[in-house]
């Protein structure tokens, strides 16, 4: 079965594609490389052997899009093409709602032309906002405290409105905790623009001495050791959930969330440890004020995953911090 996956030369959608290729499926990738490299082909076929259809593209080029799906006989769309940042998206909501809500609904809009009626979503445990409890079930209410926030829950409401108008159509939102980790060749990983949000980027670069020390966003939370404390997961877990996911239902049809993360929480200090281990290198930090909108605590309930998929997630902190080393070490700057 061809699948489209957008935003596949990007950090999840190029892991899942690889996962995808060994579950059977031949994936195609649409990307319009705003936020990755080409050179990510080059990885992908090192590690598979297999060389992977690529279309530069915008989710937003409908007539692209239509060419595509034709020319491939693509039967779902796996969508992870999406603007990320949420400090950019309050500075820039327009362009965030554009990209990520208003290409969604084109990509949905030439799904249905084509007759495709099958999409996995790339939403975020951001819609959980503040929890009201933990760990967090796919019941919990949803909200956001930032436009990149909306734009998920938005978009999730709009697969449940496409679902109901016609008993074919399949959406899958996947509500990622916290993906970290890389490919464990070292041949793919994450490499963000500029200075990193997220806590591994920064710290693998600190490791890396791009960065002189991880300030580390308040140590008063209520929490084990005061510092904010969230559920990581593997990259190469969240893909093969997505691979399960898509496995199990690619034959039902309706609206579904599940949780992807482990359900088990780690704190900054124990991740900053977790990485000196891996690396054997000493990691600089310095207390910080708390992040505006940071929560203290975040992990997930995957139980659903788990009941469902037949999924949960395998690899340990170790293997996280294990493989964002390798490929760091590997490739300082990342591919370019
Ligand atoms: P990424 O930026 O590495 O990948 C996104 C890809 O989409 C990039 O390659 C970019 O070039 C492409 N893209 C963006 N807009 C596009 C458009 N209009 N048309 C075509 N391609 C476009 O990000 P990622 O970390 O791999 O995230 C993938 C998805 O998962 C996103 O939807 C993101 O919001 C979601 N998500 C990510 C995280 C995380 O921590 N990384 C957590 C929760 C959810
Ligand atoms: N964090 C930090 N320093 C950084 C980046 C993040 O202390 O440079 C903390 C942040 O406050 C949170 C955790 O690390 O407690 C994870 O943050 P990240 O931005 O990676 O993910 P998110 O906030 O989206 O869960």
């Known amino acids: 079965m061809n699948v489209l996956v957008t935003g596949g030369t990007g950090y999840i959608g190029s892991h899942t594609c690889l996962a995808l290729l060994d579950a059977g499926y031949t994936p195609v990738i649409y990307d319009n490389l705003s936020n990755s490299s080409i050179k990510v082909l080059d990885q992908l076929s090192k590690i598979s052997s297999h060389t992977f259809d690529f279309i530069e593209g915008d989710i937003a080029d409908s007539k692209k899009l239509k060419a595509t799906f034709e020319q491939y006989n693509i039967e779902a769309v796996f969508h992870f093409a999406s603007l990320k940042a949420v400090g950019e998206s309050t500075e820039?909501?327009?362009?965030?709602?554009?990209?990520?809500v208003a290409g969604t609904v084109t990509l949905l809009e030439t799904m249905q032309s084509c007759g495709i009626n099958k999409i996995i979503f790339s939403s975020s445990a951001t819609v959980y906002g503040d929890p009201q409890y933990l760990p967090i079930d796919e019941q919990h209410p949803i909200t956001a405290t930032n436009p990149y926030g909306w734009t998920k829950v938005m978009v999730e409401q709009i697969l449940v409105d496409w679902c109901k108008t016609d008993y074919q159509h399949l959406a899958i939102a996947l509500r990622y905790f916290n993906p970290v980790g890389a490919h464990p060749s070292g041949l793919l990983g994450e490499s963000p623009n500029g200075i990193p949000n997220n806590l591994m980027p920064f710290i693998a670069q600190t490791a890396v001495g791009k960065r002189e020390f991880v300030s580390i966003f308040g140590n008063d939370y209520n929490t084990k050791d005061g510092t904010g404390v969230r559920d990581y997961i593997h990259i190469t877990d969240l893909a093969a959930g997505h691979v399960a996911a898509f496995s199990t239902h690619q034959n039902d049809s309706g609206s579904l969330v599940y949780n992807l993360g482990t359900g088990k929480g780690y704190s900054v200090l124990e991740i900053i440890n977790a990485f000196s281990e891996s690396a054997n290198i000493e990691i600089k930090y310095k207390f910080a004020p708390r992040r505006a909108g940071d929560i203290a605590s975040n992990f997930a309930d995957?139980?659903?995953?788990?009941?469902?998929?037949g999924w949960t997630a395998q690899l340990n902190i170790e293997a996280m911090t294990d493989d964002t080393w390798h490929w760091q070490s590997k490739y300082p700057n990342g591919l370019e």
């Not at 820039?92 to 990520?100: G, V």
């Not at 995957?302 to 009941?307: H, M, R, T």
């Open 92 to 100: 820039q909501p327009l362009s965030y709602y554009r990209n990520n």
């Open 302 to 309: 995957a139980s659903l995953a788990k009941k469902n998929l």
